[in-house]
Nanobody, 125 residues
Framework: QAQLVESGGGLVQAGGSLRLSCAASGRTFSNYAMGWFRQAPGKEREFVAGINRISSRTSYAESVKGRFTISRDNAKNTVYLQMSTLKPEDTAVYYC??????????????????WGQGTQVTVSS
């Protein structure tokens, strides 16, 4: 069983930046693609960004392309989400997730095996 713990959320003004971190334990981190999802109040959970096992491929939702960057450090068992030029519509609980795939970057919730508890990001206007 893998454990994922997110951190770095908080309150930020529109136009600001935050970096989320997700620390993994319990499994071999480098065996998993990692993703970030978010869920705003009253909305379904949605894919934000993903990265494959060796950081050779990334994928982003259209709404965050050019503003968010996902990265990982396999030596530290950690995945990051650098968020810049934040907008009020980015307000949500952000979840990291792990998917046991070879080289792809899954974008569907059902493809992910393990989930963190989430961290709140609030962007004020």
């Amino acid at each position: 069983q893998a454990q994922l713990v997110e951190s770095g959320g908080g309150l930020v003004q529109a136009g600001g930046s935050l970096r989320l971190s997700c620390a993994a334990s319990g499994r071999t981190f480098s065996n998993y693609a990692m993703g970030w999802f978010r869920q705003a109040p009253g909305k379904e959970r949605e894919f934000v960004a993903g990265i494959n096992r060796i950081s050779s491929r990334t994928s982003y939702a259209e709404s965050v392309k050019g503003r968010f960057t996902i990265s990982r450090d396999n030596a530290k068992n950690t995945v990051y989400l650098q968020m810049s030029t934040l907008k009020p519509e980015d307000t949500a609980v952000y979840y990291c997730a792990a998917a046991q795939t070879l080289w792809s970057v899954p974008i569907e919730i059902k493809e992910y095996n393990y989930w963190g508890q989430g961290t709140q990001v609030t962007v004020s206007s």
